[in-house]
């Protein structure tokens, strides 16, 4: 294992991530609202100019000839800052603008100048107060509340639809880089999900966040330990199937041998009883051993190699004609194929299985058919027969290990079927079960990949 120093900290990464997508944002999210800001204020800034440049001109002009009481000009547009003034000598307005009451905004007020909040004509105003040394003259700049608002509405206005926008991109790119932080734990769950009895090998750890390497050791601590209970298991079967081999083949001669040194009528019955059982064991054991070296493997240590289906279709009818003769069954060949890419032992055992099930379970004047055509660009074998056929419940069930159809009344270990499937994944060969004959009895199909055909 790689040292501690090759882990990353996802929740550092997170968290650097979003901080960086965060601060990034939020200073281009302070620089939109600072330019719309600057905007804003330097229209008032432009209206505060304006208006201290009439104020000016009224107070270096003649009152009586050019006074600020004039309403402003046809289509000029509202200004931001409307500011109105007061003259104001001895308590009495001698000039004022548009807008501005004709009595004083602040009657009296005990400092030079300041600031006042007084309520004039009906509204709100924010008024600034200057007087000469001699206390006579006033000079009173008003301006409503309410326009005051106006402005930081339309400030808020301006700045809502980038602050908004802002949040959905830092939503998204939070989204994004919390997938691309997240990525290498996808990777690990679609590799512990991708695991099956025949791939228990270890979850790599390199590379993995600090917070998840605890759980990846703990899982590859139970799937070693799996593997090694599996490997017992399936040596334990092999030893056993292996070792029984001998004794049964010794009992079944001791069996004959006694058979002929009694060859009394009554006895005939029990011996031809003992040599079946024998035979069902011996046939159960031979079963086991082939799933026991059919377990370990895996598809890729596999080497198909093409196999011509001509000669080795031939030769399982000619190897089950007897059998076939014996029960009264029509044992039948249709070849349309040369050949198909495929391990040559394994795939003569699956055909032997499906022609001796399809034998074995067929009543006297049955019809077995042994296909093997090309359908929809594909290859695929079949057997199918006009027996007494297996209900659809039971069909799901076929490929279980010692599952066996009730009612048959036939000896058998429920392995067949098995050793079929399994050897039908090793190769990635579809096995199906279906109707027989002419709607009945039972079908069995292996579809072959299109990368299967030589």
């Known amino acids: 294992m790689k040292p501690e120093a090759s ?55 003649d009152w009586r000839e ?19 003034y007061q003259v104001v000598v001895d308590g009495r307005v001698l000039q004022r603008t548009a807008g501005a009451p004709s009595a004083p905004f602040v009657a009296d007020i005990d400092d030079s100048h300041g600031f006042a909040d007084p309520e004039a004509g009906g509204h709100r105003w924010r008024v600034f107060v200057v007087r000469d040394e001699d206390r006579h003259v006033e000079v009173q700049v008003g301006q409503r509340a309410a326009d005051r608002f106006e402005i930081l509405e339309e400030l808020a206005e301006h700045l809502w639809p980038p602050v908004l926008g802002m949040l959905a991109l830092l939503a998204l790119v939070c989204w994004l880089l919390i997938g691309r932080v997240l990525k290498p734990l996808r990777r690990t769950a679609a590799a512990i999900a991708a695991k099956t009895p025949d791939d228990l090998a270890r979850v790599p750890d390199a590379g993995q966040p600090r917070e998840v ?5 703990a899982l590859n601590g139970v799937l070693g330990r799996l593997d090694s209970a599996l490997q017992a298991e399936r040596r334990f079967t092999a030893d056993a199937a292996h070792e029984l081999r001998t004794p049964l083949a010794g009992l079944h001669m001791h069996v004959q041998l006694l058979q002929r040194q009694h060859p009394q009528p009554e006895l005939a019955a029990p011996f031809r009883k003992l040599r079946q059982d024998i035979a069902r064991v011996t046939a159960l054991v031979d079963s086991l051993l082939t799933l026991a070296r059919l377990d370990p ?33 029509r044992l039948l060949l249709r070849c349309q194929l040369d050949a198909v890419r495929a391990d040559p032992a394994m795939l003569e ?37 006009d027996g007494a056929g297996v209900d659809e419940a039971s069909r799901r069930r076929l490929a279980e290990r010692f599952f066996r159809v009730l009612g048959q009344g036939q000896a058998g270990s429920g392995l067949g079927l098995s050793i079929v499937k399994r050897i039908a994944d090793l190769h990635g060969i579809a096995l199906g079960f279906g109707d027989g004959l002419n709607g009945r009895g039972l079908g069995v199909v292996l579809d072959f990949p299109a990368a299967a055909a030589p």
Not at 310 to 327: D, I, Y
Request: hydrophobic letters at 50%; a neutral charge.
């Open 7 to 61: 882990h990353w900290s996802l929740r550092r990464r997170l968290l650097g991530a979003i901080l960086s997508a965060s601060i990034a944002l939020w200073l281009a999210s302070l620089g939109i609202a600072t330019a719309i800001a600057w905007q804003e204020t330097s229209e008032v800034f432009d209206d505060a100019l304006e208006e201290a440049g009439y104020m000016i001109m009224a107070a270096t002009t």
């Open 66 to 84: 050019r006074g600020l009481a004039a309403p402003p000009r046809p289509g000029r547009a509202a200004r931001k800052a409307d500011m109105q």
């Open 213 to 217: 390497l605890p759980i990846v050791q």
């Open 297 to 329: 493997l895996a598809r890729g240590q596999l080497a198909p190699q093409p196999v011509l289906l001509a000669p080795l279709l031939e030769r399982l009818v000619a190897a089950h004609a007897m059998q076939a003769q014996e029960r009264g069954i």
């Open 349 to 385: 055992i699956a055909l032997r299985n499906l022609v001796d099930n399809a034998l074995r379970y067929c009543p006297a004047g049955s019809r077995v058919d042994i296909e093997a055509v090309s359908v929809d660009g594909h290859d695929r074998i079949a057997v199918r027969d």
